[in-house]
T-cell receptor, first 110, second 113 residues
């Protein structure tokens, strides 16, 4: 089986930098994905790390450390529109399908 | 391209009633998925399909059935709805070799009384 842990809520102000952590326990592992979901909306794909290290896409970056079973999503230059829930997800070699964490709600204030 | 669409957007059922949720995608994706999302919880996989005519169970399949008669459509059925099935249901699709990148529909909000 697998389990993922994320903080339930994170708050920050506009223009700041915030890091959302995700720790996972799984046997056999392809990589770590991140999804964003605004209230009432559908999840949308943000990033995928198959290898250790940092992947950067604009204001968002994602990091993976396989040896530590740990990853994070880094959001820079926060904007109000970044207020949303963020989910990490893993796919392991056993179940073969994505398993999502319970999500981190990010609140960005002016 | 419409991407992934779901019908209906919202539905109220009485306990014991049946219904079918329809998902359609126009991206020619091989894989399709049905998830449910409950407050404070992530997305949980109900059933999935790796191609036309095939279906498989996910994490929480009990009380649901699915069919994939055409590549672009994936149907989720509730034969006898229960209050525990009150949830938001999301359909998603992906290329078979890129399951980490899934495209989600807008969701169906189901209330079972």
């Amino acid at each position: 089986g697998q389990s993922l842990e994320q903080p339930s809520e994170v708050t920050a102000v506009e223009g700041a930098i915030v890091q959302i952590n995700c720790t996972y326990q799984t046997s056999g592992f392809y990589g770590l994905s991140w999804y964003q979901q605004h209230d009432g909306g559908a999840p949308t794909f943000l990033s995928y790390n198959a290898l250790d290290g940092l992947e950067e896409t604009g204001r968002f970056s994602s990091f993976l450390s396989r040896s530590d079973s740990y990853g994070y999503l880094l959001l820079q230059e926060l904007q109000m529109k970044d207020s949303a829930s963020y989910f990490c997800a893993v796919r392991n070699t056993g179940f073969q399908k994505l398993v999502f964490g319970t999500g981190t709600r990010l609140l960005v204030s002016p | 391209n419409a991407g992934v669409t779901q019908t209906p957007k919202f539905r109220v059922l009485k306990t014991g009633q049946s219904m079918t949720l329809l998902c359609a995608q126009d991206m020619n994706h091989e894989y399709m998925y049905w998830y449910r999302q409950d407050p404070g919880m992530g997305l949980r996989l109900i059933h999935y399909s790796v191609g036309e005519g095939t279906t498989a169970k996910g994490e929480v399949p009990d009380g649901y059935n699915v069919s994939r008669l055409k590549k672009q459509n994936f149907l989720l059925g509730l034969e006898s709805a229960a209050p525990s099935q009150t949830s938001v249901y999301f359909c998603a699709s992906s290329y078979g070799t890129a399951q980490e990148t899934q495209y989600f529909g807008p969701g169906t909000r189901l209330l079972v009384l």
